[in-house]
């Protein structure tokens, strides 16, 4: 009997390791090591199916200064893939250079006189775009047919999505006309990431238009989706998704924290000029604390 159970769990852990549940572990473990907050299969609202799906990760880091009523949060938005056919990323020169605002965000509290408390550079320094050239543009799995639905495409769209849904899900409130020094400033930043289990390989031309094909951990791509149920704001057609290698998810994860420390000091540095107090619920909370 216990050589039976051997064998069985041996053939259960050969046919689970098939599927992508064990990428998906594999991805959240890497996640909770760097610190990360994660939530593993939750829905969300696909407004062009209408109905709901299934995103694998969401995982969220935040800081709070409590002198400043000043909360960050990056949001990770993540599609875990395993693949035995190999990504092949058609890559061209970026669109444009710094994504700016253009990120995927939702603020609160941030605009002075019409202009934002943070400008674009703020978003763009140190972030895992900034030194990169190339963004991908197409899609291809290795031997597979040219006219086959492409997963790769697929899993950007999906992700996409869900970073949408859950920009949107929480009313911050009727938005302030101008900056309120005494009202909380919130920014929430949701980054689509696919994280592939599997071989990545970017395509390109170089010189005299020779094709260059090199394995890449990380590829940032740039897609325009257009749908009327998401078609709300002057960007939703503008989707900047990462792909990322589970090889090469502990380096993402390092530039993103290094992107994500750097973006919070510049910003606390932005509100102490433009003197930022506490938000007026925590100095309601210290008087009730002293009362106690």
Known sequence: MPKTNSELKKKILEDIKKTGFVSELKTISLLIDKGWKTEHSETFEDKDENKSRE????????????????????????????????????????????????????????????????????????????????????????????????????????????????????????????????????????LPVVVLDGLLFEVCTVNKGNIKLKEKDFIPTELSYSSPNYKNEMYASDLFPDIVTYKGLGTYLNTIEKWRLNMFLEMTESLKKVGKKPARWYLEFLEIAKKV
């Open 55 to 190: 995103i694998d990760v969401l995982a969220s880091k935040v800081e709070y200064v409590k002198e400043l009523g000043f909360r960050l949060t990056i949001n990770l938005v993540i599609e875990v893939k395993k693949s035995d056919k190999h990504w092949i990323i058609f890559s061209s020169k970026r669109r444009i250079r710094g994504l700016g605002w253009r990120i995927m965000n939702r603020t609160y509290n941030t605009r002075m006189d019409g202009t934002t408390l943070f400008g674009p550079r703020i978003i763009d320094s140190k972030s895992p775009r900034e030194t990169i050239e190339l963004v991908g543009k197409a899609f291809h799995e290795f031997n597979k047919s040219p006219n086959e639905k492409s997963n790769i495409y697929g899993a950007l769209i999906s992700v996409s999505k869900a970073a949408m849904y859950f920009r949107d899900r929480f009313n911050d409130g009727k938005p302030l006309k101008n900056f309120a020094p005494e009202e909380e400033t919130s920014v929430s930043i949701y």
